[in-house]
């Protein structure tokens, strides 16, 4: 009976995952604001309905009654989150908060099943961030001289890193974490959200020649000083950040493609310095010559997609255990296998259309600030989940970054609601800025 449920359940979660997706892009569709509301209020239903089947399954195969009390505290989290943030922010983007929630609650369903204790932790990180985030978009709505402190954003977030590289601990071949007692924090998390506002402060003051060499200087010590605490992954997404933003700035070409000339060269300088970096591309290039050594995490991410196939194995009928470092950098395989390919493609998907609600929040403001923050988080957003996946499936070698919302960690949770909270205030701003004019 048990084996029926959960043949039957994952069909389910399948069938309403996949609504959720297709809902996901409906919603960019016209300008009816009741049928936009239909279809947000069913997007959250379907999230509730699926972290119910989820930990059903999951207390059937533990029988476990603290599995059932996270779950219930889960959903006075989301219950509460919808509540706060809908009555705080009426102008609030329906679509970012559920999807961000949805991300969330396949995180908190995926630790669970691979770690209780993990998974308290997280949902812990979530509820702390959620409340501290809770007056990121008024912050950002009501001050309006964010813009004036580009170098000192810059400084801090240059400062930051350096002591890192003097006082921080390694960690899987870089050094990116400082420890304080029992915590360990990740301050580069919290970095790319200062880069970002340092670019886009510079950029939109000026774009001359001289004053985009000094903006390149600051932007190449940052990435600098990760790749000599061997932070590739952070180098690399500060890097494209960086391009992607002055591209928009200047519309200049020469800009992007020399910047993609010189990483090019500099990848090849990395590959040749670091140790780590020429295990990875060996682990890439063919992980079965090497699957009892450098190759295995990668050998064991393909097996477990491969055995996931389509509709998955169902939750807790995996072996994701298998894979080493799978609750953080390895997530979306556990997703894969047990979720299957097509809910494992969904969640893609709603990353996807995040960023391109980013990127249309980011059109629509008239303020170059405000554009080039939206754009630059939006970039950080969609890149890392780039390289997160594209590492588990081999398309990349392994960078060693976390899939934003749903791996285990805190720093990355806290920095990733906070970019969100940024962005839902830039939204906010600038539905209150249309609501001023339509009066005016």
Known sequence: ME?????????????????????????????????????????????????FICYMLI??????????????????????????????????????????????????????RLSFDQAVKQF??????????????????????????????????????VIVKKFGTMNYGATNWIKIGSI?????????????????????????????????????????????????GGALIFFVTYLVMLFVATANPFYFIGGLLSGSFASV????????????????KNPWKLIDNQGYQVTQ????????????MGLGRGLPGDIPVVESDFIFSAISEELGGITALCIILICISCYIMFVNIAMKIKKRFYKYVALGLGTIYVFQVFLT???????????????????????????????????QGLYVHNQNEDVKNVRD
């Open 59 to 112: 207390f059937m195969d533990s029988n476990n009654i603290k599995v059932l009390i996270l779950y219930l505290v889960e959903v006075v989290f989301f219950i509460g989150a919808h509540l706060l943030y809908r009555v705080i922010y009426r102008n609030l983007s329906r679509l970012v908060f559920n999807n961000m929630l949805m991300l969330l609650m396949f995180s908190f369903v995926m630790l669970t």
């Open 124 to 161: 812990t990180y979530a509820a702390v961030s959620m409340g501290i985030c809770l007056f990121i978009p008024m912050i950002i709505d009501r001050f309006r001289f964010l813009d004036k402190f580009g170098w000192i954003y810059g400084g801090t977030g240059l400062l930051l890193l």
């Open 269 to 284: 300088v990395a590959y040749r310095l670091f140790n780590h970096v020429r295990v990875r591309v060996m682990a890439w």
């Open 184 to 232: 360990a924090i990740q301050p580069s998390e919290f970095v790319k959200i200062l880069f970002v506002f340092a670019i886009a402060a510079l950029l939109s003051k000026s774009i001359e020649f001289k004053d985009i060499i000094k903006v390149t200087i600051l932007a190449a010590a940052h990435v600098l000083v990760l790749v000599l605490e061997r932070d590739l």
């Open 389 to 423: 996946i594209g590492g588990v499936t081999k398309f990349i070698p392994s960078t060693g970054v976390t899939l934003p919302l749903i791996s285990a960690g805190g720093s990355s949770i806290l920095s990733t609601i906070i970019i969100f909270g940024i962005i």
């Open 3 to 51: 084996n029926l449920i959960v043949e039957l359940s994952k069909y389910i979660i399948i069938i309403l995952v996949t609504i959720y997706t297709l809902y996901c892009f409906t919603a960019f569709r016209g300008n009816d604001k009741k049928r936009k509301n239909r279809v947000f209020r069913a997007q959250s239903l379907i999230m509730y309905f699926i972290h």
């Open 301 to 312: 991410s393909l097996f477990a997609i491969g055995t996931g196939g389509w509709f998955g």
